[in-house]
């Protein structure tokens, strides 16, 4: 059901709402951080509501005068004191600092912001210590179905009961049309006709209205043009010279201008775990676009294209689709309280395992992703080889594919079909 290209589906239950209550027990100052239009002043609006609170929203320009004129009264009043988008007036941390002075108390302020908290020019050690930061990610599979995914738990706990119980099959047209949807709020209500305009207005708004709070760059016109390069390269590790020169830029400038985008939480650095492993650990980070959706309209890639089976787009489609599950895998992680540092692994060998999680206990779980639905010898080798090197230290590896049956295939490895990440795995 379509209104003005817009579907119309229930609201939608968000996992971090619980989380952002825990932590406002735990910190004086809670913030919730990412992407422009990904949910945050939605999620502030419900814990506003329960509290029963205002909100000060600071993307409001007359809000954002009176603010600015007075910092420190527009950090008093009942906790938890809720102000969207609080980059654009900075000096509300030198005054909630201030506050914090007179008076320590936990859950007192609950911020949002479209830009990295430790990317703000001025103001952010205020807050040392204080703050807990947490981001907002775009909706995962299992919220957009309404489910409570346990994949990610149960992989770090339970391999066992990942495989115990048999599921429906996805076929790869629908693996496909959710890799392209994404989970950006306001894309996965769209039609398809528009979301492709959704991208285009959502990028030219979020560089022209939250760069500037970053930093005076003088060529803002070169944004989407670096974005663009740098989308080319997601599921793969970050070359941002590569970048640079095919978007006629100088690369000292581009590594400035890639750390921007960053900070807006467009693109994200995995970096390279276990580099006292081996001596041949690569230490390049790999790049990997927020949400699949963005990456998908800026790369040209439709269900339609697919279903063409399009030269370009299935080209191009695997490391979309590594972006994609990868990028489920991370939301799940951070709802986990058990995580210790995320990254890829990679030899110069040409090992390499698209996702490692280590947990606080020092154990490791290592996740494979291919958009094929065949098992080999070569698909396994990064598990096998990360597996051999850490020893009792490895809990389990998955090879995470569009197959259909869960099951051991070698010691502590275990082939998974990637739907499980969206499903109820407990029996």
Same mark, same amino acid.
């Given at each position: 059901?379509?209104?003005?290209?817009?579907?119309?589906?229930?609201?939608?239950?968000?996992? #971090?709402?619980?989380?952002?209550?825990?932590?406002?027990?735990?910190?004086?100052?809670?913030?919730?951080?990412?992407?422009?239009?990904?949910?945050?002043?939605?999620?502030?609006?419900?814990?506003?509501?329960?509290?029963?609170?205002?909100?000060? +929203?600071?993307?409001?320009?007359?809000?954002?005068?009176?603010?600015?004129?007075? $910092? @420190?009264?527009?950090?008093?009043?009942? @906790?938890?004191?809720?102000?969207?988008?609080?980059?654009?007036?900075?000096?509300?941390?030198?005054?909630?600092?201030?506050?914090?002075?007179?008076?320590?108390?936990?859950?007192?302020?609950?911020?949002?912001?479209?830009?990295?908290?430790?990317?703000?020019?001025?103001?952010?050690?205020?807050?040392?210590?204080? #703050?807990?930061?947490?981001?907002?990610?775009?909706?995962?599979?299992?919220?957009?179905?309404?489910?409570?995914?346990?994949?990610? +738990?149960?992989?770090? $706990?339970?391999?066992?009961?990942?495989?115990?119980?048999?599921?429906?099959?996805?076929?790869?047209?629908?693996?496909?049309?959710?890799?392209?949807?994404?989970?950006?709020?306001?894309?996965? =209500?769209?039609?398809?006709?528009?979301?492709?305009?959704?991208?285009?207005?959502?990028?030219?708004?979020?560089?022209?209205?939250?760069?500037?709070?970053?930093?005076?760059?003088?060529?803002?016109?070169?944004?989407?043009?670096?974005?663009?390069?740098?989308? $080319?390269?997601?599921?793969?590790?970050?070359?941002?010279?590569?970048?640079?020169?095919?978007?006629?830029?100088?690369?000292?400038?581009?590594?400035?201008?890639?750390?921007?985008?960053?900070?807006?939480?467009?693109?994200?650095?995995?970096?390279?775990?276990?580099?006292?492993?081996?001596?041949?650990?690569?230490? @390049?980070?790999?790049?990997?676009?927020?949400?699949?959706?963005?990456?998908?309209?800026?790369?040209?890639?439709?269900?339609?294209?697919?279903?063409?089976?399009?030269?370009?787009?299935?080209?191009?489609?695997?490391?979309?689709?590594?972006?994609?599950?990868?990028?489920?895998?991370?939301?799940?992680?951070?709802?986990?309280?058990?995580?210790?540092?995320?990254?890829?692994?990679?030899?110069? +060998?040409?090992?390499?395992?698209?996702?490692?999680?280590?947990?606080?206990?020092?154990?490791?779980?290592?996740?494979?992703?291919? $958009?094929?639905?065949?098992?080999?010898?070569?698909?396994?080798?990064?598990? #096998?080889?990360?597996?051999?090197?850490?020893?009792?230290?490895?809990?389990?590896?998955?090879?995470?594919?569009?197959?259909?049956?869960?099951?051991?295939?070698?010691?502590?490895?275990?082939?998974?079909?990637?739907?499980?990440?969206?499903?109820?795995? =407990?029996?």
């Amino acid at each position: 059901m379509a209104y003005a290209g817009v579907m119309l589906i229930p609201p939608i239950d968000r996992r #971090i709402l619980s989380i952002v209550e825990e932590r406002l027990a735990e910190a004086p100052v809670v913030v919730l951080q990412g992407a422009r239009s990904v949910g945050k002043s939605t999620v502030l609006a419900e814990l506003a509501r329960r509290h029963d609170v205002e909100i000060t +929203d600071l993307d409001d320009v007359v809000v954002r005068a009176r603010v600015q004129a007075s $910092a @420190s009264d527009a950090v008093l009043g009942p @906790s938890p004191v809720c102000i969207d988008e609080h980059q654009h007036v900075p000096e509300l941390l030198q005054a909630i600092k201030a506050e914090l002075n007179r008076r320590h108390a936990n859950g007192r302020w609950l911020l949002t912001g479209s830009a990295s908290f430790w990317a703000m020019p001025r103001g952010t050690q205020a807050l040392t210590g204080r #703050i807990h930061l947490l981001e907002v990610m775009p909706f995962s599979q299992g919220e957009l179905n309404g489910v409570h995914e346990d994949f990610f +738990d149960l992989a770090l $706990a339970d391999p066992a009961a990942l495989v115990a119980a048999r599921r429906p099959v996805t076929e790869r047209d629908e693996y496909e049309r959710r890799a392209c949807r994404g989970g950006m709020p306001l894309a996965v =209500r769209a039609t398809d006709r528009r979301r492709a305009n959704f991208y285009r207005s959502y990028l030219s708004t979020s560089l022209a209205r939250d760069v500037l709070d970053l930093s005076r760059v003088r060529q803002i016109n070169v944004l989407p043009r670096l974005m663009e390069r740098l989308t $080319a390269q997601t599921g793969q590790v970050l070359n941002v010279v590569k970048a640079a020169t095919a978007a006629g830029i100088e690369p000292r400038s581009a590594d400035n201008y890639t750390r921007l985008l960053e900070a807006l939480f467009l693109i994200r650095r995995l970096p390279a775990w276990g580099r006292t492993l081996r001596s041949r650990t690569a230490h @390049s980070p790999k790049l990997h676009v927020v949400d699949s959706g963005l990456a998908a309209y800026l790369l040209g890639i439709t269900p339609e294209k697919l279903a063409r089976r399009s030269p370009s787009a299935l080209a191009e489609f695997g490391h979309l689709f590594e972006t994609f599950v990868v990028g489920e895998l991370l939301k799940q992680a951070s709802w986990s309280d058990d995580v210790r540092e995320l990254g890829h692994w990679r030899t110069h +060998d040409g090992e390499e395992v698209d996702l490692v999680a280590e947990t606080l206990d020092g154990t490791v779980v290592g996740f494979e992703i291919k $958009a094929g639905r065949e098992v080999d010898t070569k698909s396994l080798r990064g598990l #096998i080889a990360l597996r051999n090197s850490l020893g009792d230290q490895f809990r389990a590896g998955y090879f995470l594919n569009t197959g259909s049956e869960a099951y051991l295939i070698d010691d502590r490895i275990h082939v998974c079909p990637i739907d499980r990440l969206w499903q109820t795995n =407990r029996t």
